[in-house]
């Protein structure tokens, strides 16, 4: 038995998603999460290409994302063991437009494999490896090609968590 409830949220609210959006998130801090994320196989969802929104807050001008602090809080790309990112993430991949270790220079825009961030290195906590962006608005993009066989290497999508920074 099902209990669903609908809500219908007016357009041009404070809370209303930007277009394009399949995921939208509200607060200074929050964590984005795949959809079975949580599934008890360990395998992510193949075929997805969608937009995920964090909507900035008033005085913030930074987002800056890091894995969780769950083992095996990031597995994009089965047959990648280490951290990549840049033009080696082809089929699966996070995309964070304009994100680096300090939010300047140039990007590697995409970040796929076992460790997610711009260090490739097992061991790393929570927080020690983030990805940080200032462009605005805030979004990332979720690319899990058709093919993908997680089978062989379990991956279960991943869970980051975000912190908005201040401005100035």
Known sequence: RWSIRVTQIDCGTLY??????????TGAT???QTWNYDDSNNIHTNTQNYGVCIR???GYCGNAYHADSASNSFGVDGSNTQ?????QCKLDFVGIPGGTANGYGNSLER???AIFGVLSAPGLHDGANQIITYRTPFRMYVKFNANAD??????RGFKLNYRQTLCG
């Open 56 to 58: 900035r807050e008033k």
């Open 150 to 155: 997680n089978s062989a290497v379990p991956r």
């Open 111 to 113: 970040w796929c494999g």
């Open 83 to 87: 951290g990549r990112g840049g033009a």
């Open 30 to 32: 929050g964590s984005v």
């Open 16 to 25: 209303t998603a930007p277009p394009n959006c399949l995921q939208y998130h």
